[in-house]
């Protein structure tokens, strides 16, 4: 059974750092897609960062472009969002997410599996 467990979210000022850390069993996270999502109150959850399982190749949404970098550690089976220059705006619960290869990139329904998400707020 696939698990993917979130950590590293907390209470951080604007201008601040934080990374997130998706701690995956029963799948190999170089393997398959890996993928960080977010939700804020009242909205819905979009993509924040994407990474291919062949090469490795990332995707960003343009509102973390230049800000956040995912990045994957094959030896601890491990996914990463690293989190620099946070906004108020970036206030979310934020979720891993898993899926199968080939799927569409930022369609929620195509990840099949999710970690139970991780708040992050960020105050002015």
């Known amino acids: 059974q696939v698990q993917l467990v979130e950590s590293g979210g907390g209470l951080v000022q604007a201008g601040g750092s934080l990374r997130l850390s998706c701690a995956a069993s029963?799948?190999?996270?170089?393997?398959?897609?890996m993928a960080w999502f977010r939700q804020a109150p009242g909205k819905e959850r979009e993509l924040v960062s994407h990474?291919?399982?062949?090469?490795?190749?990332?995707y960003y949404a343009d509102f973390v472009k230049g800000r956040f970098t995912i990045s994957r550690d094959s030896a601890k089976n491990t996914v990463y969002l690293q989190m620099n220059s946070l906004k108020p705006e970036d206030t979310a619960v934020y979720y891993c997410?898993?899926?199968?290869?080939?799927?569409?990139?930022?369609?929620?329904?195509?990840?099949?599996?999710w970690g139970q998400g991780t708040q992050v707020t960020v105050s002015s």
């Open positions: 997410a898993s899926g199968p290869r080939g799927l569409r990139i930022g369609v929620r329904g195509e990840y099949d599996y």
């Open positions: 029963g799948r190999t996270v170089s393997w398959y897609p």
């Open positions: 990474i291919n399982w062949s090469g490795g190749r990332t």
